[in-house]
């Protein structure tokens, strides 16, 4: 099967192109290395079955061409990271509802399935812990732009599902919570690259807030592996399925097990949320999914605990020292 995934040359999106390859599937990858890099698939562009199109998901004739070339889609494309959110909210709504907007429509033709990558943002400020696909979602004001992006993935979602109602379009869409691993960049704010790499140089650990929100971290292996489970899986159509791991842990306590497992004798610090973002920025408390939906439909949830997580991603700076 030949499977196109957009953002494929980004940080989920390759380890995804490889588990794919791997499986002996080929892939098709559409990225414009905004986010993404020629880096993240250096170790594919050789592999039998592996192309890299450099573009936008907005061009509607380059998605139309990889989607009629292809069996199956994973849209996986998007303005990703809180920071670069904050700091360019009329591209991340722009990207994440036009985007998706065109790869639905590309796909419309010929009903090629279509994965649709969505966040555990979306459950916003929600304190029913843990989160159910069917909750109510509870967003902030739109002056906060943070929302901005929980609502364009959201709106990502009602899309996905009304080309399924309206045109008979299979779809399946996925929440993804907290993915880290090897290859996630820290540039865009994501926590434990940026721990990893502080820890390693010995600086200061920067807990943003007070450290007692939390978290559940799941190993991007994990992700793909469900990801490719839910693309072959036709009951899983027209769904929305929660994708993440299910051990809690504090942004304190985080930082406290990457300085251990890294050895490091860095301090840790307190930022105050409007030092490190902008001011009036509001958090998420507490994330937890809810994975009973996912192991009753793939009989597979990520499951690499914390410890290991870390360690991977600590061995993988240590390499590029
Ligand atoms: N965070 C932090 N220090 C950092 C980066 C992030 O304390 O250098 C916090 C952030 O405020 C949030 C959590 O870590 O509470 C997870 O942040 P990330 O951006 O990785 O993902 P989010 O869950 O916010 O989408």
Not at 285 to 293: D, G, I, L, Y
Request: net charge negative.
């Amino acid at each position: 099967m030949k499977v196109l995934v957009t953002g494929g040359a980004g940080f989920i999106g390759s380890h995804l192109a490889e588990h794919l390859l791997d499986a002996g599937h080929s892939v098709l990858a559409v990225d414009d290395l905004s986010t993404g890099s020629v880096e993240n698939v250096s170790g594919l562009q050789g592999r039998d079955g592996f192309e890299l199109r450099v573009g936008d998901v907005t061009d509607s004739d380059l998605m139309k061409a990889a989607v009629d070339a292809s069996d199956s889609v994973v849209h996986l494309a998007a303005a990703v990271g809180v920071r670069l959110i904050i700091e360019k909210p009329v591209h991340t709504i722009q990207t994440n509802v036009h985007g998706t907007q065109v790869v639905l429509n590309a796909a419309i033709a010929l009903k090629k399935p279509v994965l649709i990558a969505s966040t555990s943002e979306v459950y916003g400020k929600s304190t029913k812990i843990p989160f159910s696909e069917d909750d109510d979602l509870v967003l902030g004001p739109t002056r906060h732009s943070r929302w901005a992006y929980a609502c364009s993935k959201a709106l990502d979602e009602w899309l996905a599902l009304a080309y399924a109602t309206e045109h008979g379009l299979p779809v399946t869409v996925v929440r993804l919570f907290n993915t880290v691993g090897p290859r996630q960049s820290g540039r865009y704010g994501m926590v434990l690259p940026n721990f990893v790499r502080q820890a390693l140089a010995g600086e200061k650990i920067t807990v943003f807030g007070t450290g007692t929100q939390s978290r559940c971290f799941s190993h991007v292996r994990d992700v793909v592996r469900a990801l490719e489970l839910l693309m072959h899986t036709p009951a899983a159509r027209g769904g929305v399925y929660n994708i993440g791991g299910a051990e809690e842990i504090t942004i304190q306590a985080l930082a406290e097990k990457v300085r251990e497992h890294a050895g490091s004798t860095s301090q840790i610090v307190n930022v105050p949320y409007e030092q490190a973002y902008a001011s009036g920025f509001e958090d998420m408390m507490r994330r937890v999914p809810c994975v009973s939906k996912l192991q009753a439909t793939i009989g597979f949830v990520p499951d690499t605990p914390l410890d290991r997580i870390v360690v991977d991603v600590i061995d993988e700076h240590r390499r590029a020292m």
